[in-house]
């Protein structure tokens, strides 16, 4: 696949949304993890809309709501905005707490579309991934970048892993994963 001037538009988006956000507890510019998201979705075999709706699956839900959702979709089209929604736990403000957001979105993503399944799924891989690397480098001290603390985490992963109904690699390296991440707990 060659990627068109419609995925480098929605980089550019994407980077000028986040560019002043850094991952829960780093220093890592935001946009890292959006590129993870995109790649991992290209190599789980993804069309160019799943790769663009890995670059702006946090837009709606961080940086402006449906107004945000309205624009995704005038720019990119329908169908990478109905993934964006989609992947978003939460479009309202306030935002409900997080124990009812990710109740309601483990017991909704199986019912997404496959393209939104994958991009959900590629998200929640490497964040996972990340959690995994950065337990192995400062251990316990981790779960205070949560409120959900260790328990919610583990719950919320755990729940995702037996929730998506797609039939792709993705969702047995987030099992493989997150089974990694109880050993290291152990």
């Known amino acids: 696949m060659i990627l068109s001037d419609r995925y480098r538009c929605a980089l550019t988006y994407a980077f000028d949304l986040h560019r002043t956000q850094e991952r829960n507890g780093t220093s890592i510019p935001y946009v890292a993890h959006l590129l993870g998201v995109s790649s991992l979705t290209l190599e789980y075999g993804g069309t160019e809309d799943c790769a663009i709706a890995g670059l702006l699956h946090d837009a709606a839900e961080d940086q402006g709501g449906l107004s945000i959702l309205d624009e995704i979709q005038s720019l990119f089209g329908d169908a990478v905005a109905n993934i964006v929604r ?101």
């Open 86 to 186: 989609e992947c978003t736990d939460s479009l309202t403000t306030p935002r409900p707490s997080w124990h009812e957001r990710k109740m309601h979105y483990v017991n909704n993503v199986g019912l997404s579309s496959a393209e939104g399944q994958l991009v959900s799924a590629c998200d929640k891989l490497y964040n996972a991934r990340a959690i995994v690397s950065d337990y192995r480098v400062i251990g316990e001290d981790l779960w205070q970048r949560f409120s959900a603390g260790r328990a919610g985490v583990l719950w919320y992963y755990r729940a995702l892993t037996t929730s998506y109904s797609i039939r792709n690699p993705v969702v047995n390296e987030l099992g493989r994963t997150v089974r990694e991440l109880e050993s290291l707990i152990e």
